[in-house]
């Protein structure tokens, strides 16, 4: 199994420019989260989806996050315009259905807005 | 709201030593919780987890955690640590009321001495 995959691993843009981080959670897996991390506030939940469909948005800071999750092996997060307080780590976490509870993380993109 | 406190942000331990990382959780109702721990530039790594059945749960890398009721607290432990173990643990909850929300602590920095 090739775990949870986001890509890019790093990315650089400057304050303005559109942002798009991208996800393939683990095969089979039906639940999908999004999440932010910074020194400042840890790890925040930014977003979950659950077959697909968002059920839990209130984590995104604002407008100018978004998030879709066109089928079950793919997914989104955008950020237009971004700003240098969007620099942070963010990664992509997936979950089994049932009474699976524990999450599996992807290596995360690191972004820099300058 | 449930909350996760995870005392002291650095541990700092010779190799060989005892390690023992704090947590407790606010919960009027045992939920389930976890370890995770992240090594530098990665995403984080599922150690353990405890889920109402044994109160000690052994995890991967020689970890072990004890679930305690009355003290609210699911401490990670380690008998002898090992450089490879430096690294930032985070202690996580899922509330009994969420069948998908992980609540994190603050995450502890492991420092491991030769």
């Known amino acids: 199994d090739a775990g949870v995959i986001q890509s890019p691993r790093h990315e650089v843009t400057e304050m303005g420019q559109e942002v798009t981080l991208r996800c393939k959670p683990i095969?089979?897996?039906?639940?999908l989260f999004w999440y932010r991390q910074t020194m400042m506030r840890g790890l925040e939940l930014l977003i979950y989806f659950n077959n697909n469909v968002p059920i839990d948005d209130s984590g995104m800071p604002e407008d100018r996050f978004s998030a879709k999750m066109p089928n079950a092996s793919f997914s989104t997060l955008k950020i237009q315009p971004s700003e240098p307080r969007d620099s942070a780590v963010y990664f992509c976490a997936s979950k089994a259905g049932g009474a699976s509870y524990e999450q599996y993380f992807g290596p995360g993109t690191r972004l820099t807005v300058t | 709201a449930q909350s996760v406190t995870q005392l002291g942000s650095h541990v700092s331990v010779s190799e060989g030593a005892l390690v023992l990382l704090r947590c407790n959780y606010s919960s009027s109702v045992p939920p389930y919780l976890f370890w995770y721990v992240q090594y530098p530039n990665q995403g984080l790594q599922l150690l353990l987890k405890y889920t109402s059945a044994a109160t000690l749960v052994k995890g991967i890398n020689g970890f072990e955690a004890e679930f305690k009721k009355s003290e609210t607290s699911f401490h990670l432990t380690k008998p002898s640590a090992h450089m490879s173990d430096a690294a930032e643990y985070f202690c996580?909850?899922?509330?009994?009321?969420?069948?998908?929300?992980?609540?994190f602590g603050s995450g502890t920095r492991l420092l491991v001495r030769p």
């Open positions: 996580a909850v899922n509330p009994m009321d969420s069948s998908y929300k992980l609540i």
């Open positions: 095969s089979g897996h039906n639940s």
